[in-house]
């Protein structure tokens, strides 16, 4: 199923509508065909599969899909770099050039829909009481995704480890100019020093998990309006 | 005293206040609104100000009337209309005194604008309740119509003056289309429009606050683009003062009628007055909270609720509308002291407690002591992420509106209201243009404000020293680090009462990005010291090669070669500069002629400069000289070494392809600068947000430019590659015809062979850099090409122990498979090289990087 019959499914679903059973397993067949994460996104808590008839609020997929589309200046269906750089606030946000990388992996240069919403999912909130799924894969919004999102920010060579110099660019993006070098060297130091724990002068994805076990991070790493 | 016949100076009376002092601190605070925000806010704004303040006043105004039927209290003649009165009057937040403690407290911008506005339409709610109040409670008998007409009246002045606002501002942009040649009256435009909507706005009894605001924030958008820059400045400054002074005037009546006038205290009104103040109010934003929340993209937190609540001073305006109750009015002096009482109360005790209290509610929320650096550095990056995110998926609902009318705007209101040619006025923008340039230029010499670290800065970083850091230093570096990271969401320039508006931070930012993204762009450019330097006097290699190959030349050729070691330790080191010298040239040339943005070029490459002259101070003293003089700095450079007379043919010649493999390596250098120039200028324009066509057309021919400058690089890293191996291969040649002449030994192919093996397995690496970059971006690029089978035959220790016993003539053929297995390398690597510019331009730079690695 190609992505524009999707979003045009979901744009024909426009917010709340009723679908009955059937419709909900061909909607369901749709979408899981091609990315099911993008109706957990879509879905919250409306669809009870349970009840005969099924609400859908497919807002959350439908505002995404305009602002995608107000995003995307000359309607070419995907998403480039520049479009990213365009939004005024994430170009005065010291850490938009990397939130935007981590929208293109690997060298990409376009970013479709699709895509671009299952990025945005791993922001949703947790849900409070989850189904009890015994083999359901992990969710994309679970804690540790959140972490690899804010663990790739930093990973720059993608060699799964912050080295000092990683650490002390993002450092030095974050902070104001008064801060000389030096002190942002040493605290990168001690930030390494910190949390290191095999000695390898760099900080893995396991310890970058260690470091922010007591942060809530399911809070901090999550959008509201995208529940 | 003489001059005022002994008279209390104290003399504020309706006319004075209304007419002069309130206007200039409204028409401020609606000028430098921020507009985005305020509109993005608008529901929550308009929700606290008319719902906020109408809980307020008639809450403290029904309480009071209730304590007033305690017979103790003694005050049983103020009847319900005057409690009401003066509850309006009481529940007045004051801008002035709320911001400023704002600014002190460092806040979220919501929060910010939210108090704001509702500091700023209370006003003009307040000041329609108040004469509707004051209406009321001079009639003895109040009709429920009076009541239902007084609601209404309630609207239509406010709508009322929000057309009025807008009609005047409309005709002031429109006016300063037209004052190109006047200059000097643009200013007085705005003012005077302004005040004419004030004052015909009272005179239709609109809301005339709600008038001038509306005007200012209309204008504003229109006016700033077409009056000059320096009209611009002169109205900014002069707002801000003009209200600066008002407000000082307000306080100080409010000062002197503290003292002077005749005061009614009251123990009983006065303390529930306060009492009733401060519940009613944390009680409004507690309630309002709950229920603006759940249509708020951010909700309120508790803490904002509570400095939101708390931070309800009272002000001049309270004063004033209590100062100016009619004398005839019963109990006037009651009313003014109780808000007296209030105001100082509220502005020194809770004014001066709020920030310690709202520190305790940080503290305890997130309790400092206890967390590591790493959780600090974290969570404020995942803070701006998220507020990123959240950017980037557009907080939801607004869009709509803005969209709309942003189309309008394109479509209509700029073509009528905004002069269409306007030379001077872009000034406005160019200047701002101009300004980043320079800050940027800076930014390249000295690091005024330092990007990310560059390459250089860190490779010269010793190893880490596993130092122990003392607790102290810890705390002072959390200390540090919370005080200078950039809070989130502090972004665009809020209202500040008594500056400017400023955006420092902003540019900050902007700045930091465009040099990281020029660093990371030249990131061949930083090679320009250590990597160049690696690959030309290779100290391990290519430094005792060197010699060698000298020493065989000079041999055949029957010469001396006693003095060689003297002339290739003066030759190596002072390569670097005069080539160097020579480099800029090229650089020079490649600079396309072109627009504006050129002089900036200019100076960079002058502050680019700076370095490489410091590397010719260390590189030799005698050189340093030389680069003064940079048109003559090659020749000049040349004769310390022709003193020695050792420079055959053959080594100059030696010498020229040296210099000529250095002039490849400085163009690509300089192609590479240019390019990441080009994307700077490209960054920087687009960024500078103008959607103008102009600039687009800019944009576009800058990319069509930079597309050539890639190609260019294509070409030379081509080049470049070639020589590189040409290099030792004519070393060879020549070795090879003069073996015809003499009669070589075997002693002297061997050297030629190990270099032509030494220079086949950098080929070889060079090529394996490629094709793993090539594997790593895409697997396609390789598809159809297979490397020479010479490729993966590589035992180099044993190959030379075999060259040592082979005879004469099989070392010959050895020469000759040698060359000819480079050659097909180099065929091989060429192909490569085609197949990543064709399919992804865009890892050239990393091609770059690798021949540097290989090399």
Request: net charge neutral; hydrophobic share 40%; aromatic share 10%.
């Amino acid at each position: 199923m190609e992505t524009d019959q999707c979003t045009l499914y979901y744009k024909s679903k426009t917010v709340n509508s009723a679908l009955s059973r059937t419709e909900w397993i061909q909607l369901k067949e749709v979408l899981s065909f091609h990315d099911w994460k993008l109706v957990t996104l879509a879905l919250p808590k409306s669809c009870h599969l349970s009840s005969h008839q099924i609400t859908v609020s497919s807002s959350h997929i439908c505002r995404l899909y305009d602002r995608f589309h107000a995003l995307d200046k000359d309607d070419k269906g995907s998403l480039n770099r520049s479009d990213f750089q365009n939004i005024s606030e994430l170009a005065v946000n010291p850490l938009g050039d990397r939130i935007i990388n981590a929208f293109f992996p690997d060298g990409m240069d376009l970013i479709d829909f699709n895509s671009f919403v299952r990025i945005l999912a791993r922001f949703r909130p947790v849900d409070q009481n989850p189904k009890k799924e015994p083999n359901a894969p992990e969710p994309i919004n679970s804690r540790v995704n959140k972490l690899k999102f804010a663990f790739q920010l930093y990973d720059q060579d993608k060699d799964g480890k912050i080295s000092k110099s990683e650490l002390l660019q993002v450092l030095r993006m974050m902070v104001g100019v008064q801060v000389t070098e030096e002190q942002l060297e040493s605290i990168t130091d001690r930030t390494i020093q910190e949390a290191d724990l095999d000695g390898d002068d760099a900080i893995s994805f396991e310890e970058f998990k260690k470091s922010l076990d007591k942060v809530d991070i399911e809070h901090k790493m999550s959008i509201r309006f995208l529940r | 005293m003489y001059s005022v016949h002994e008279e209390s100076p104290a003399v504020l009376t309706t006319d004075v206040f209304f007419l002069y002092l309130l206007p200039p601190i409204v028409l401020d605070a609606g000028y430098f609104m921020p507009t985005r925000l305020f509109f993005e806010n608008c529901g929550t704004v308009l929700w606290f100000s008319v719902v906020g303040t109408l809980w307020n006043s008639i809450g403290i105004g029904i309480s009071l009337f209730g304590i007033c039927q305690i017979e103790a209290f003694g005050i049983q003649d103020i009847n319900l209309q005057e409690n009401l009165l003066f509850g309006t009057i009481i529940s007045t937040v004051d801008p002035v005194a709320v911001l400023a403690v704002f600014e002190e407290i460092n806040i979220n911008e919501q929060l910010y604008i939210v108090v704001f506005g509702e500091s700023l339409y209370n006003d003009a709610i307040t000041v329609a309740l108040y004469s509707l109040f004051k209406y009321i409670s001079q009639m003895d008998q109040v009709d429920s119509i009076d009541i239902f007409l007084g609601t209404a009246d309630f609207f239509v002045v406010g709508f009322g003056g929000i057309m009025f606002g807008l009609l005047f501002g409309f005709v002031a942009a429109f006016t300063t289309r037209f004052t190109a040649n006047t200059r000097e009256l643009e200013p007085v435009f705005v003012f005077m429009y302004s005040y004419l909507a004030y004052l015909l706005a009272e005179l239709f009894s609109l809301s005339s606050i709600m008038a001038i605001v509306t005007c200012a924030l209309t204008m504003k958008y229109y006016v700033e683009e077409n009056v000059s820059q320096r009209s611009c400045t002169t109205i900014r400054h002069f707002l801000k003062m003009w209200s600066s002074v008002s407000e000082t005037l307000i306080f100080f009546f409010l000062g002197v009628t503290t003292v002077t006038s005749k005061h009614e205290w009251n123990w009983a009104y006065i303390g529930f007055t306060l009492i009733f103040c401060i519940v009613w109010r944390g009680l409004g934003v507690l309630v309002l909270a709950q229920i603006i929340n759940n249509f708020r993209t951010i909700p309120f937190t508790f803490k904002d609720q509570f400095s939101m609540a708390y931070g309800g001073l009272r002000g001049a305006i309270c004063f004033s509308l209590a100062f100016l109750l009619p004398d005839t009015f019963p109990r006037r002096n009651l009313f003014t002291t109780a808000a007296v009482a209030v105001i100082i109360f509220t502005v020194f005790i809770q004014g001066i407690t709020i920030r310690p209290l709202i520190d305790y509610l940080n503290v305890r929320r997130t309790n400092r002591k206890l967390m590591t650096i790493n959780v600090e550095i974290h969570s404020r990056a995942m803070e701006h992420t998220i507020a990123g995110i959240e950017d980037l998926c557009g907080q939801w609902s607004h869009y709509y509106w803005k969209d709309k009318f942003k189309k309008i705007n394109d479509r209509f209101l700029r073509k009528v209201l905004i002069k269409d040619n306007r030379p001077q006025s872009s000034i406005v923008s160019l200047y701002k243009k101009l300004e980043l340039q320079n800050a940027l230029v800076l930014l390249d010499s000295n690091g005024g404000i330092s990007g990310a670290p560059s390459l250089t800065s860190l490779q010269e970083q010793k190893p880490t020293k596993r130092e122990t850091f003392l607790p102290e230093e810890v705390w002072s570096m959390q200390e540090l680090l919370s005080k200078n990271m950039y809070k989130i969401r502090e972004r665009t320039l809020t209202y500040t009462r008594h500056s400017l508006p400023n955006e420092t931070r902003t540019k900050e930012i902007l700045l930091r990005r465009h040099s990281t993204i020029r660093k990371s762009m030249r990131k061949a450019g930083t090679w320009q010291t250590p990597a160049a330097a690696k690959y030309y006097s290779l100290p391990p290699t290519v430094q005792n090669l060197q010699p060698r190959l000298r020493l065989r030349k000079y041999s055949l050729t029957g010469d001396d070669d006693g003095d060689d070691d003297i002339a290739s330790e003066i030759n190596f080191p002072p390569a670097r500069p005069r080539l160097q010298l020579r480099a800029k040239e090229p650089r020079r040339a490649l600079q396309p002629p072109r627009n504006k943005l050129e002089t900036v070029n200019e100076v960079r490459t002058d502050s680019r400069r700076t370095p490489m002259v410091d590397y010719e101070n260390r590189g030799g003293s005698a050189m340093s000289e030389n680069s003064k003089g940079r048109g003559t700095g090659t020749k000049r450079a040349l004769t310390p070494m022709r003193q020695f007379g050792l420079f055959n043919e053959q080594g100059l010649k030696n010498k020229e392809k040296e210099d000529q493999m250095e002039m490849e390596e400085f163009r690509q250098e300089a192609l590479l600068a240019a390019i990441s120039e080009k994307d700077a200028n490209i960054a920087l324009l687009e960024l500078s947000s103008s959607k103008k066509k102009k600039t687009q057309d800019e944009v576009t021919s800058l990319k069509r430019e930079k597309d050539r400058l890639v190609q260019q690089l294509k070409q030379q890293t081509q080049n470049r590659m070639k020589l590189m191996a040409d290099n030792y291969e004519d070393d060879h040649l020549k070795s090879h015809s003069d073996q015809t002449n003499h009669k070589p030994s075997p002693d002297q192919i061997i050297p030629p062979l190990l270099d032509l093996n030494q220079n086949r397995s950098k080929l070889k690496l060079y090529i394996g850099h490629l094709t793993a970059l090539c594997q790593d971006r895409d697997p396609k690029i390789l598809q159809g090409i297979a490397p020479p089978t010479s490729y993966h035959h590589d035992d180099r220790a044993a190959w030379e122990e075999e060259l040592q016993k082979m005879s004469l003539e099989q070392l010959e053929a050895e020469l000759e498979k040698c060359e000819k297995e480079s050659a097909e390398l180099q065929e091989y690597a060429n192909t490569v090289l085609q197949q990543i510019a064709d399919h992804c331009p865009d890892i050239l730079e990393q091609v770059v990087n690798a021949l540097e690695e290989s090399s």
